[in-house]
Each structure stands twice: as C-alpha cells, then as structure tokens.
C-alpha cells in the first residue's frame, strides 16, 4: 500500500489569509469609511449652513449623498456633501434619514 505519499492539502498560507481578510475588510471599509473620507475632502463643515465641527461634536455632522444612493461612494468624493444634522434632516424631510442612520451605525 502506498500510503505515504504526503498528501498536500492546499490551505491558505496565514499570509494569504491575512490578505483575504483585508480585502474583504477593505470593501466594507470603503463603504463604512465613506464618512471619515468625505470628512478628509471636504473638511469637518456643514456644506449648508458653514457650521464647523471638530472632535467633541463631529458626530454632528454627517455625509449626504448627492445622488440619493447611499452606495454610491466614489474616491473622490464627488457624491458626498457634508450636512450637520439639521441640514441634512431639511435636506431629505421625508424621514429617509431615519433609514440614513440604520444603515450607518
Ligand atoms: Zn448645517
Ligand atoms: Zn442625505
């Protein structure tokens, strides 16, 4: 019987997995970084009113989507429109930001 043959069972090297693991976190990082991103380009102010935002009340100010499409997030930036809360809320005033806020927290 020839039973010796080492079988090569082809598993991930931890290398590999570690680059799996960050592609997969990659994509939803995009989609859940959207907010620091536009934060990064457009900078820490209401687009509307011109209110400015830093650390303590950041939280504020949240990303609106031009388009409507929250899944719409280019690098660029190019659909994204900072809106403090009350803008943002005028903005939509249809409660579509109550389904806003469940997608992103
Ligand atoms: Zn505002
Ligand atoms: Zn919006």
Known sequence: MANKGPRTVVLPSA????????????????????????????????????????????????????DGNHHNNPPDGSNWENLCIHCHDDEHSRGELGEYFSKTT
Not at 19 to 44: F, H, P, Q, T, W
């Open 15 to 66: 290398e590999k997995a570690a680059a799996l693991v960050k592609k997969m976190r990659g994509e939803v990082d995009s989609n859940e970084n959207y907010r620091s991103k536009s934060l990064r380009i457009n900078g820490a102010i209401c687009a509307k009113c011109g209110r400015e935002f830093d650390q303590g009340n950041l939280s504020l100010l949240t990303v609106h989507h031009r």
